[in-house]
Antibody, heavy 114, light 109 residues
């Protein structure tokens, strides 16, 4: 059974940084693209970033380019999202998701507020 | 980046059939955009119903099916149940990244 568990969410001030982690199990992690998706309160889903199984390709939504960095450690079956220069509008539940059949984690809440 | 469009809201009668669609600002949706469909009930994480246009996960009820229809991706629900009332999102994959549609709020009434 595929399981994804996010961690690292919390409250941060505007301009601050936060690092999200996603621990994966039940799949050949290095074989699969992975994505981060977010959902602001009361809003729809927004794709944030995507990374190739070997980390050789990365893509971002325009609104986070230059501020967020997606990475992975295949030895630890883990996916990361380093979020810098956070803005109030980055407040959302952040989900990790496999590009393989679309498995989702339970989400991690990130609140950017002073 | 591309814009993906969905009907904002639809209503279906219990036992009825409804089709949700997913269009792309770049042109016709093809299998090469690897359409995904997700269901999200209030207060819950999304779950994937269909991937790569029409493939089902083990938990996807048989009453859901996917196709390409008139240049769009389509999700058809045949025999709607009260528990199908939810938000539905499609996702398309482009060379520059992925884009979700704005979602369709489906009411079973």
């Amino acid at each position: 059974e595929v399981q994804l568990v996010e961690s690292g969410g919390g409250l941060v001030q505007p301009g601050g940084s936060l690092r999200l982690s996603c621990a994966a199990s039940g799949l050949s992690f290095s074989n699969h693209w992975m994505s981060w998706v977010r959902q602001a309160p009361g809003k729809g889903l927004e794709w944030v970033a995507r990374i190739h199984g070997l980390g050789s390709a990365k893509y971002y939504v325009d609104s986070v380019k230059g501020r967020f960095t997606i990475s992975r450690d295949n030895a630890k079956n883990s996916l990361y999202l380093q979020m810098d220069s956070l803005r109030v509008e980055d407040t959302a539940v952040y989900y990790c998701m496999t590009d393989y059949q679309g498995y989702w984690g339970q989400g991690a809440l990130v609140t950017v507020s002073s | 980046q591309a814009v993906v469009t969905q009907e904002p809201s639809l209503t279906v009668s219990p036992g009825g059939t409804v089709t949700l669609t997913c269009g792309s600002s770049t042109g016709a949706v093809t299998s090469g955009l690897w359409p995904y469909w997700f269901q999200q009930r209030p207060g819950q994480a999304p779950r994937t119903l269909l991937y790569d246009t029409s493939n089902k996960n083990s938990w996807t009820p048989a009453r859901f099916s996917g196709s390409l229809l008139g240049g769009k991706a389509a999700l058809t629900l045949s025999g709607a149940q009260p528990e199908d009332e939810a938000d539905y999102y499609c996702l398309l994959t482009y060379s520059s990244g992925r884009v979700f549609g704005g979602g369709t709020k489906l009411t079973v009434l």
